[in-house]
């Protein structure tokens, strides 16, 4: 290796003293910049005299040092009276300290700006700058963007003249042991005989303050300790590395370079504008169409595609691309197979770049033959998985190897799967970028082992789906559904694989039956209908009697939640034929107790069903059938207005719930409770029992029961007159509500919220709201809440002046409730038909129906919904000022 220290040092100081940049000098002598580099690294000097003249005019030092330049470019060494006579003049304090650039680079330049990564960018060079670091390495998965953004950090580092930079690719290289002279070859050095190129690398780094960044280090892993080696020789130079992997060096910090920030579903215009995902797409986009811009139309649009992309710059660059000739809308219709969308990238990047199969298959290509099978397996996963689901699915045989966690630790550390810390399951879960999942899945669908592996993944999550089931009603139960919930896309891939495929009806019908509480629990009901149905129906599907039954009881049940009593009365009647056939005893109970539940049989019907069924759960010594019977036999007596008897049995069927541990029961009683509590204006009672089951709904973060405690803690707040909490409670129930398609609670929140619309005097709105209510109470013949709809459109029909019509609704109200012998009911249709006679003048007959409804109402107006009890104070005043009648309230 040769030295012109001399030359170099001189030339550095001409530079600084003149404030140019050796970019500067380079243009004005026509070289390459790398030239005038090695000129000040010692390595090189100008080929001839002339250019060593035209260095020092440039420099404007031709009269003074031109003859020291040349001296010292051709290795003389001037007499010290020469030297000092041609020394450059020691210039200003200030001009020592100038912060014009004196170091260098080779950066390659981007031919695209730098979107987002300000965070990472910041982090790393501030990183860089600590006096204990000597390497930083930038893993992600492949596609993120680790390149771009060293070069990013790179250019910020030579642009603050810190430290000169070189860049350095390593993708080309397989051989570790290439690294070391790859890296000499970009500085341009040799090695000198006896000396090996280590050495002599080495040596030169010593006293340099250098960043030297190497990318794509992850197939030459390897060569870590080479770099570990250089830096105890040379302790200056500073190392940015980017692989898909951690070097597992001393000293090394890692900065992982995650996909880029991609907006929520419901975020606004601003916020998906400012995404980094969303920038990075709408600048590629501008790129192939000039006029694209993000708008309030296609905002929601680009959020999702950038979603399907897992925010992967390398991705939404090359669907950018496919903007030419597809619309996004069109772009993200084909996401359902990104692998062959996500092709044709820019020709000057390099092959593995050119398409994300390329890319994810690149990392691929440096696993050993037993990772890349456990790569492949993984992606039958949706959403996920534990390490013992991937053991149970993908090394059930051990032909991976006894120890799976070391592949899988080899995965995580290429970025290829991901390691989240569940503190709530307390256990590890792991997660693939769905385009690499992607990939997985069709390398495993290439292989002769697809259909082995799909079918290992089936039974074993019908299996931990009916574990579930059995403690789903027991003191585990918050557990257990967070559980199965977090595994509900897996769930997802197996109902459908068993409803394409032949000979697996049977499997798919008894996971929709084990997932009952899942569906039911966490507003998954018309999902979990849906798929009962379907396989139910398949006309292909031989189906065993005792899976039929249970099936027929799931889909019965979720139909009742919907409110669809007529479907739900068949099914659950076939389950109880089904099971009576049978001979199971539990199981028969079971089936029964649903029949009950459902409320689709009454009267003599209804007692024998419950004999029937007390006695097959005593025989059984089943606690916890005994106790939601007890419960479902209050439930009637309430809708009968035995509300005492209805309290003892809610009472005795709690302490059974809180013995056996079922959560979710003991919320269910607690709201009921309340709801009684609510009747009889007891409202710190009240109070109690709704803060109780609000506790343990939130625990079990549940929809079954929380829409119910919404619609009841409205009324609360409605009737004590805190109608903005009110309208809170029953819009987010409603909303809820239509998310899961449960009817009945969408239907008493609005009801609420006419109510609500009524005590502001909005009639408008109150009319539309009960419209809506009614409508979905008469699908579902529930005739005692269309009553109660039928009264409360009177009431609005006579505000409106509308008498004949409000008459029309409160005597059909009151038909029905006088039937059932409901007085409350009556006395509130008497108070509004009084309402309505005050109205039009008619005092004798507003007189004598208020005088009916106050013995009625007498001790419970504070009862009232506030827009009742204010239309019955103004009925009273108004009909006392024209009749003397001293029975008047």
């Known amino acids: 290796m040769n030295y012109y220290p001399e030359f170099s040092r001189l030339l550095n100081d001409y530079l600084a003293q003149t404030d140019r940049s050796p970019t500067w000098l380079a243009r004005q002598l026509g070289v390459n910049p790398s030239t005038v580099t090695r000129w000040l690294n010692h390595s090189t000097r100008p080929a001839n005299p002339e250019l060593v003249v035209q260095i020092a005019d440039a420099l404007g030092r031709a009269s003074e040092q031109e003859p020291l330049l040349v001296a010292a470019g051709y290795g003389y060494q001037p007499a010290a009276t020469t030297t000092a006579a041609l020394t450059p003049p020691t210039p200003p304090a200030q001009a020592i300290h100038s912060s014009a650039p004196r170091y260098h680079d080779n950066l390659p330049t981007p031919p695209t700006s730098l979107i987002g990564r300000q965070t990472e960018l910041a982090a790393v060079t501030a990183l860089l700058q600590q006096q204990d670091v000597w390497i930083v390495t930038l893993s992600g998965p492949g596609g993120s963007g680790k390149t771009r953004l060293a070069l990013a950090i790179g250019a910020a580092i030579a642009t603050n003249a810190v430290r000169d930079v070189y860049f350095i690719k390593l993708a080309p290289l397989q051989n570790p042991e290439l690294v070391l002279p790859t890296i000499a070859n970009v500085l341009e050095l040799t090695e000198i005989d006896g000396q090996s190129l280590a050495v002599a690398l080495a040596h030169y780094l010593r006293d340099r303050q250098m960043l030297l960044i190497l990318d794509n280090f992850e197939q030459v892993a390897t060569a870590a300790r080479h770099l570990a080696e250089l830096h105890r020789q040379a302790p200056s130079i500073l190392l940015l590395v980017t692989s898909r992997s951690p070097l597992q060096v001393r000293g090394e910090r890692e900065i992982f370079v995650p996909p880029l920030i991609l907006p929520g579903p419901t975020d606004s215009l601003a916020i998906i504008k400012a995404c980094e995902a969303v920038r990075l797409f709408t600048a590629r986009m501008q790129d192939v169409q000039p006029d694209f811009a993000l708008t309030e139309e296609n905002a929601s649009t680009v959020a999702a595609l950038c979603a399907k992309l897992d925010g992967l710059p390398l991705a939404i660059e090359l669907a950018a691309a496919r903007g030419r000739v597809l619309s996004i809308e069109a772009l993200l219709g084909r996401l359902d197979n990104p692998l062959d969308l996500l092709t044709r990238g820019p020709q000057d990047l390099p092959d593995r770049q050119q398409t994300l199969r390329a890319t994810i298959g690149w990392s691929v290509t440096l696993l050993t033959a037993t990772e890349q099978h456990l790569f492949r397996r993984l992606g039958i996963f949706y959403g996920g998985f534990t390490l013992a689901s991937a053991e149970a699915v993908c090394n059930v045989d051990g032909d991976l190897g006894d120890d799976l966690l070391e592949s899988l630790t080899t995965l995580v550390e290429q970025h290829l799967v991901q390691l989240v810390r569940d503190r709530r399951q307390g256990e590890g879960r792991y997660t693939m ?47 257990w559904l967070a559980r199965l919930e977090i595994e509900l896309n897996n769930f997802r891939a197996v109902l459908s694989w068993s409803q394409h495929t032949a000979g697996q009806t049977e499997l798919g019908l008894h996971l929709v039956d084990a997932l009952y509480y899942l569906w039911r629990s966490r507003g998954h009901v018309a999902e979990g209908r849906e798929w009962a149905t379907a396989l139910l129906a398949n006309p292909q599907a031989t189906i065993a009697t005792e899976v039929r039954a249970n099936a027929s009881r799931t889909a019965g049940l979720l139909a009742v939640i919907q409110g669809d009593d007529a479907t739900a009365r068949l099914l659950l009647e076939e389950s109880v034929a089904l099971w009576r056939t049978l001979d199971n005893q539990q199981s028969l109970a079971v089936s029964l107790m649903c029949l009950i539940e459902s409320d689709c049989v009454d009267g003599d019907q209804f007692t024998a069903i419950y004999e029937e069924c007390l006695a097959l759960f005593r025989a059984l010594d089943d606690a916890w059938g005994i106790a939601l019977l007890q419960s479902n036999q209050a439930n009637r007596a309430f809708m009968l207005h035995k509300y005492e008897q209805a309290e003892a049995m809610w009472a005795e069927a709690l302490v059974s719930m809180r013995k056996v541990g079922d959560k979710n029961g003991v919320a269910s009683l607690l709201l009921r409770l309340g709801d009684l509590a609510f009747m009889r204006n007891e409202l710190e009672r009240t109070e109690r029992f709704y803060a109780e089951c609000l506790s343990l709904v939130s625990e079990l973060d549940e929809t079954w029961v929380y829409p119910d405690l919404l619609i009841s803690q409205g009324k609360l707040a409605n009737a004590q007159r805190r109608f903005g909490q009110a309208s809170a409670l029953f819009k987010e129930c409603l909303a809820l509500s239509r998310q899961t ?71 059909s109200s009151l038909l029905f409730f006088r039937q059932s012998g409901d007085e409350r009911g009556v006395a509130h249709c008497q108070a509004g038909l009084a309402c309505v006679h005050g109205m039009a003048t008619e005092w004798t007959a507003a007189a004598q129906l208020l005088n009916a409804a106050a013995a009625k109402l007498e001790g419970i107006s504070p009862r009232m919904a506030p827009a009742d009890f204010d239309a019955y104070q103004r009925t009273v005043v108004l009909v006392q000022g024209h009749v003397i009648a001293p029975n008047v309230i």
């Not at 009916?466 to 003191?475: A, F, V």
């Not at 529930?782 to 109660?788: L, T």
Request: aromatic share 8%; net charge negative; hydrophobic share 40%.
């Open 741 to 811: 398609g449960a009817a009945y609670a969408i239907a008493a929140s609005l009801c609420g919220l006419g109510d609500l619309a009524r005590c502001q005097n909005d009639y408008q709105q109150a009319n539309l709201y009960y419209r809506e209510s009614l409508s979905l109470y008469q699908q579902s013949d529930d005739q005692e809440q269309v009553a109660w709809l039928q009264h409360h459109l009177g009431h609005v029909a006579a505000a409106q002046g509308e008498y004949l019509r409000a008459k029309a609704h409160f005597n």
């Open 433 to 479: 970028l769905e385009t690499i999942r992607a990939f997985a899945h069709e390398q495993l669908a290439m292989s002769d082992e697809a259909e082995l592996i799909r079918e290992r993944h089936a039974i074993h999550f019908c299996a931990l789906a009916k574990q579930g089931n059995e403690l789903g009603h027991g003191p585990e139960q918050g557990v």
